[in-house]
Structures are given as C-alpha cells and as structure tokens.
C-alpha cells in the first residue's frame, strides 16, 4: 500500500469548514484513498473513501487531485464532536492496512 | 445489527500468562481484521481473514501471537506466553466483499504486568 503524509495536528473554529490534507504521491492505479476517524478511544469510524473522482456523503466531502497524488477531506461545519484523529488510508483493500499516525483535529468553540 | 463485539474489554494479566481474545463480526461479513494500537507504533494490522481463512499474517510480530477463525460468526487472538510489551489496544474489524467500509469494535485494552 502507498504512503500517506498528513500534518501531525489541525485547529478549527466550531461551525467552520475543516479542510484536512492528504499526500499520497506514491499512489497506485487501483489504489482508494480512505478516510477513518477515531474518536479518543473508541474504534476507528468510516468516514468516506473515493478512487478519482470527488466524493461526497452524509459526513464530509473528498476531493482528490487529478493526478491522484494528494487529496482533501472536508466536513463543512465542524462541531466539537468531530474532534478526533483522521486517518487517510491508500489500498486497495478497505480495511486491509496499518494506519499511520493521522491528524488530530480540534475543532474549538 | 450489535456491531463487531469484542471481549472482554479489559484484560490485565501478569507475564507469561496466556491471553485469547475473542471477536463476533457482523454477520454477513466476509473479511475479519485484527489490530494492535499502541502509542509508539499506531494502529497496525496484524492479520486478516477472508470466508475465515487466513490472508496475510505478516504484521503478527511473533509465534507468540496466533489467530484463528473456526467459523464465520468468531475469531480469537491469542498470546502465548504474554510480555509487557504486549500491552495495548487490540481491535477487530469486519468488512463486507464490495464495500469499502470496515467496522471496529470497541477494542479489548489489554495490560501484561
């Protein structure tokens, strides 16, 4: 599976867009970019996973660039309950990878 | 559905002791993973079955640790003899065949004094 980098930790005002980075450069052809959260202790949460094209659900918006070598996940309004750590995940198995360190997001009031 | 249910939640035992812990996938779910989460290396998988048969087994550190799959409703982790170094967070997860969402349980914390 290709690598991921992610920035360590994110801030973001409550009710504001998080915009939450994602570089995957060694990525394959066959190769879905997913995107898990874990909330303090709990098991991680599926949150939304795509292959080229945008994606967007219930909870967040993806947007992978063209060449497919990074990618964004979005929640529109963040609330203080989606302070969690973010995962972004490239395989061509769902479930099938070792997690790296992900992005501790803060949303703040 | 319950969800992926892990037991028991906690387990503390003293080293050398064997420890099995126990996974139930949702039903209807073809692929079981197992992981370890640890603060020093994150959440790592450890192995995965498909239709209970095991796939790949090369994140399991040891021949201290084994897994087994009997059947399509259960699945067991076991770690003879345990070490402090054991001590972590073990998850299990299932997935469906065709779809990308794999669901966790609650994880089991275990703790080797």
């Known amino acids: 599976d290709a690598k991921t980098t992610q920035p360590t930790s994110m801030d973001c005002a409550e009710g504001r867009a998080a915009n939450l980075p994602c570089n995957h450069s060694t990525i394959s052809g066959n190769e879905y970019v997913y995107w898990y959260r874990q909330i303090h202790s709990q098991g991680p949460q599926y949150i939304i996973h795509g292959l080229k094209n945008n994606e967007t659900n219930e909870m967040a918006s993806l947007i992978i660039t063209e060449d497919r070598k990074s990618s964004t996940l979005i929640l529109p309004h963040a609330t203080l309950r989606d302070t969690a750590v973010y995962y972004c995940i490239v395989s061509t198995n769902a479930g099938k990878s070792t997690f790296g360190d992900g992005t501790t997001l803060t949303v703040k009031p | 559905d319950a969800g992926v249910i892990q037991s028991p939640r906690h387990e503390v035992t003293e080293m050398g002791q064997e420890v099995t812990l126990r996974c139930k996938p949702i039903s209807g779910h073809d692929y079981l993973f197992w992981y370890r989460q640890t603060m020093m290396r994150g959440l790592e998988l450890l192995i995965y079955?498909?239709?209970?048969?095991?796939?790949?087994d090369s994140g399991m550190p040891e021949d201290r640790f084994s897994a087994k799959m009997p059947n399509a409703s259960f699945s067991t982790l076991k770690i003879q003899p345990s070490e402090p170094r054991d001590s972590a967070v073990y998850f299990c997860?299932?997935?469906?065949?065709?779809?990308?969402?794999?669901?966790f349980g609650q994880g089991t914390r275990l703790t080797v004094v």
């Open positions: 079955f498909n239709n209970n048969v095991p796939i790949d």
């Open positions: 997860a299932s997935r469906a065949t065709g779809t990308a969402e794999a669901f």
